[in-house]
């Protein structure tokens, strides 16, 4: 009888500390030191390319009279929403293809719009143009989506887990409702007030669109929950209304 007891109290031990283990290790990686005076973001690194808002706009600039212009924004074609960490697609292919191999590739070249801060977080990070491959280097400005600041519903992912680049969104799940975030774009700086934050499906592109009762949105997104043994088929969404700017 007292082995089995003894066994039976190891199991519960056993049981409790794998429930707690992964909230212990959330709680000792959160940055409690949080304050409304983050620190800059890093610069981005020597192996990208990167020009400013500014100068993309003077080389997309229509050479002909009646071309469209740089600032039309294309229209959502994609079947999932942004955010996505890196893994959860579909493994890349190991075979190499035979023939010559191609030339060096050049650097990737991004858009650098300006940085985004969160003090809930103690976030302050560069925010690119596109929410695919800049995603890797910090946050991504969803280009069908209005620009920080405009009107409508600004879209911005960022990664939740990430093997190799940033994961700027890691705690996004603390934001709460009155929580600060800001956009600086050349010597403007946009203020957001959180009003809503929900979990929605991968699939669910509604959250793009304009935002019932409200002028001027900033929508976050990443991918949830943190820790998955499969691919992330949700998103984690953070709303918040501009407030100054």
């Keep these: 009888m007292k082995g089995r007891s003894a066994l039976s109290l190891a199991l519960i031990v056993a049981g409790c500390l794998c429930v707690a283990v992964p909230f212990a290790v959330e709680a000792v990686n959160y940055p409690w030191g949080s304050s409304n005076e983050t620190e800059l973001p890093d610069p981005p690194p020597p192996e990208i390319e990167f020009i400013s808002y500014a100068d ?18 294309p229209a959502v074609n994609r079947e ?23 030339a ?9 719009l300006g940085t985004v801060k969160i003090p809930r977080v103690n976030l302050s990070e560069n925010l690119f143009m596109g929410a695919e491959g800049p995603l890797r280097h910090g946050i991504g ?28 969104f890691r705690h996004l799940d603390k934001m709460r409702e009155g929580d600060t975030v800001s956009v600086k774009m050349d010597d403007k700086i946009f203020s957001y007030e959180v009003f809503d934050t929900f979990i929605v499906s991968e699939h669910d592109l509604w959250v793009l669109g304009p935002v019932a009762g409200e002028t001027h949105v900033l929508t ?3 991918c949830d ?5 499969g ?6 969404i953070v709303r918040a209304r501009l407030t100054g700017g």
Excluded: C, F, W
């Design 220 to 222: 976050l997104v990443t």
């Design 141 to 168: 400005h969803l280009e069908e989506t209005p620009m920080p600041g405009e009107k409508g519903n600004a879209v911005i992912a960022a990664h939740r887990v990430s093997s190799g680049g940033k994961q700027p």
């Design 231 to 236: 691919r992330r088929e949700n998103r984690l």
């Design 56 to 73: 993309y706009i003077i080389e997309t600039l229509p050479e002909e009279p009646g071309a469209p212009q740089a600032s039309e924004k």
């Design 104 to 112: 060096a590739p050049s650097l990737p070249k991004y858009v650098l």
């Design 225 to 229: 929950p943190v820790v998955s043994a």
């Design 80 to 102: 999932v929403l942004p955010g996505h960490d890196e893994g959860d697609g579909a493994p890349e292919s190991a075979e190499t293809p035979e023939g010559p191999k191609p």
